[in-house]
């Protein structure tokens, strides 16, 4: 509820929670997504004390001296680092505007298809941390089928593919259910340490993260999708042992993201292969296609790579690096709805 327009202040808020590997976004019910910043936190190495968090951080990364270092807490989509994870989720709330005043009520967070039991735990230990009364968990394959506008308790299958940085999610959803599903390890991240290890064994280049992350975007998936060109691309030289800049032509690039993407690939040809017992879910699909979510999706191309190599229809959600928040969004909206996909804490709720 607002409590006035003019303090411009919430009370209590119910909260959704997308923790990326590499993005975390919040969205708050009736409101939409009101935060989209990187998972990321600079802090004083000594110490461990918080020097910045978000976008700030991540100007940061791979600049610093040793008095700083910057964490990526949450890793594959599951916390990895509870006590940074909990100081970036602090400073988050702390930012959205409106400002709440007295916390949250009711949280829900989505997670990847591999969470164990003790990276539930986890969440819901951090709910806890974070005041929250109420703790829900869904699963992201559901939450982002949702966020396409799907209806995951219709008796038809839907196929869908999160491409984010840490993990691809690929799930078979139906009747409000996983008929098939695969967290796979490769992704985004792997797309660009596979350009960072090809050009530093090939090329005798160095380069950074963020060096990597531009040329993927600036290249395509597959030859149909690409105009061949060249990319300057700088870094430090391993042979002369200076700073260097070589132009590499985009087929080059092109062939090194393949041996990632023909992983991503294989894995969604097998949530499909093992449907041979189920042809009337196969048959869905085949009407249906595959709907692509996750930042991956923007990768130039990636629809035409997976159409040409499944022969399936490839849809890409609007702005799909925030399907799975718009999902968490709509949830809130209709909690009771969507109550039955929701995992809680087998605790009883607080009133
Ligand atoms: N234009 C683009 N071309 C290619 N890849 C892109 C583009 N824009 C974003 N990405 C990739 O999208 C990924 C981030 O997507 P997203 O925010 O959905 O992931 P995440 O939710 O943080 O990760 P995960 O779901 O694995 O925990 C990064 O790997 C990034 O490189």
């Not at 400073?91 to 400002?99: A, D, Q, T, Y």
């Not at 597959?222 to 105009?227: E, G, I, P, V």
Request: charged fraction near 20%.
């Amino acid at each position: 509820m607002i409590l006035g327009n003019v303090l411009n202040i919430e009370t209590f808020v119910d909260l959704g929670l997308d923790p990326g590997s590499a993005n975390t976004l919040m969205c708050i019910k009736d409101q939409g997504i009101v935060v989209n910043e990187p998972t990321i936190v600079a802090v004083e190495s000594e110490s461990g004390q918080l020097l910045a968090f978000g976008h700030e951080a991540l100007n940061m990364h791979q600049k610093m001296h040793p008095g700083i270092q910057t964490i990526m807490p949450v890793t594959n989509g599951i916390i990895g680092d509870y006590e940074n994870t909990q100081k970036l989720f602090r400073e988050l709330l702390h930012n959205v505007k409106p400002r709440i005043l007295f916390g949250i009520h009711r949280l829900v967070v989505s997670i990847p298809l591999s969470i164990t039991e003790v990276g539930k735990r986890a969440f819901f230990d951090m709910a806890e941390h974070l005041g929250a009364k109420e703790a829900w968990l869904v699963l992201e394959p559901i939450a982002a089928a949702i966020g396409a506008g799907l209806n995951p308790f219709e008796p038809v299958a839907n196929l869908i593919v999160n491409l984010g940085a840490g993990t691809t999610q690929i799930a078979v959803i139906s009747l409000g259910g996983i008929v098939s599903g695969e967290s796979l390890s490769v992704s985004g991240n792997q797309i660009n340490n596979a350009i960072i290890e090809n050009l530093r064994e090939q090329n005798n280049l160095a380069i950074s993260e963020y060096a990597a992350e531009h040329i993927k975007r600036n290249i395509a998936a597959t030859d149909r999708a690409d105009r061949e060109s060249r990319l300057t691309v700088k870094g430090f030289n391993l042979l002369t042992g200076f700073p260097d800049t070589q132009e590499i032509s985009t087929a080059v690039l092109r062939e090194i993201i393949t041996t990632p993407l023909q992983e991503i690939v294989t894995a969604i040809k097998k949530c499909i292969e093992v449907l041979a017992d189920k042809p009337d879910v196969a048959v869905d699909i085949l009407e249906r296609g595959i709907y692509l979510t996750g930042g991956g999706a923007l990768l130039s191309g990636i629809d035409k790579k997976i159409q040409s190599e499944t022969g399936l229809a490839v849809t890409i959600c609007e702005e799909p690096q925030t399907t799975v928040g718009k999902g968490l969004c709509t949830i809130l909206e209709n909690f009771e709805h969507y109550r039955p996909v929701l995992l809680d804490n087998n605790k009883k709720h607080k009133q």
